[in-house]
T-cell receptor, first 113, second 114 residues
Framework: DTGVSQNPRHKITKRGQNVTFRCDPI?????LYWYRQTLGQGPEFLTY????????KSRLLSDRFSAERPKGSFSTLEIQRTEQGDSAMYLC???????????FGSGTRLTVV | AQSVTQLDSQVPVFEEAPVELRCNYS??????LFWYVQYPNQGLQLLLK??????LVESINGFEAEFNKSQTSFHLRKPSVHISDTAEYFC????????????FGPGTSLSVIP
């Protein structure tokens, strides 16, 4: 197993553009999570999937953010009309359930200029 | 809602000295507790976890943490640190009644000085 894979590793975009990130979880894991991490802070919960169902979305997430997990496999996170405040590391994690902990990917670093 | 506090944002310590990284949480219900570590230029990794049973849990690389329910704490300790322990350490909590969301603290940067 190659672990959790995230693409791209880095993304630089102009303000107002749309961006999409992809996460490929560990195949046996039915739970998938998106977090956002800014410098000097811990990961901040964004959203959570169990199989293909999106079960929770953070109230901090504006309508510009959307996530999908078609067929319960890979997931995409899209940010529309990016703003400079969206600049952060976007982390994906997968799990078989809380007692087993999360396996994190290396993240996608977004820079909005 | 649950929350996690890590009082020390940075902890410098000399090699082979002991270290304690403090973590306190707030929750009205029972929780699972975790420590994750992020080495420079690497992703987050699970270091150790408390689910139930013995309040003292250990990792494979010599760290240990003790769950203290009365003080709502889960401090991380190591009796003798190595240069390779230099990393960012995150305490995290999940409600036993929730379906899986983990809330992370702000992190403590451990710097081991040779």
């Amino acid at each position: 197993d190659t672990g959790v894979s995230q693409n791209p590793r880095h993304k630089i975009t102009k303000r107002g553009q749309n961006v999409t990130f992809r996460c490929d979880p560990i195949s046996e894991h039915n739970r998938l999570y998106w977090y956002r991490q800014t410098l000097g802070q811990g990961p901040e919960f964004l959203t959570y999937f169990q199989n293909e169902a999106q079960l929770e979305k953070s109230r901090l997430l504006s309508d510009r953010f959307s996530a999908e997990r078609p067929k319960g496999s890979f997931s995409t996170l899209e940010i529309q009309r990016t703003e400079q405040g969206d600049s952060a590391m976007y982390l994906c994690a997968s799990s078989s359930g809380i007692p087993y902990g999360y396996t994190f990917g290396s993240g996608t670093r977004l820079t909005v200029v | 809602a649950q929350s996690v506090t890590q009082l020390d944002s940075q902890v410098p310590v000399f090699e082979e000295a002991p270290v304690e990284l403090r973590c306190n949480y707030s929750s009205s219900v029972s929780v699972y507790l975790f420590w994750y570590v992020q080495y420079p230029n690497q992703g987050l990794q699970l270091l150790l976890k408390y689910l139930s049973g013995s309040t003292l849990v250990e990792s494979i690389n010599g760290f240990e943490a003790e769950f203290n329910k009365s003080q709502t704490s889960f401090h991380l300790r190591k009796p003798s640190v190595h240069i390779s322990d230099t990393a960012e350490y995150f305490c995290a909590v999940s409600l036993k009644t929730s379906y899986d969301k983990v809330i992370f603290g702000p992190g403590t940067s451990l710097s081991v000085i040779p």
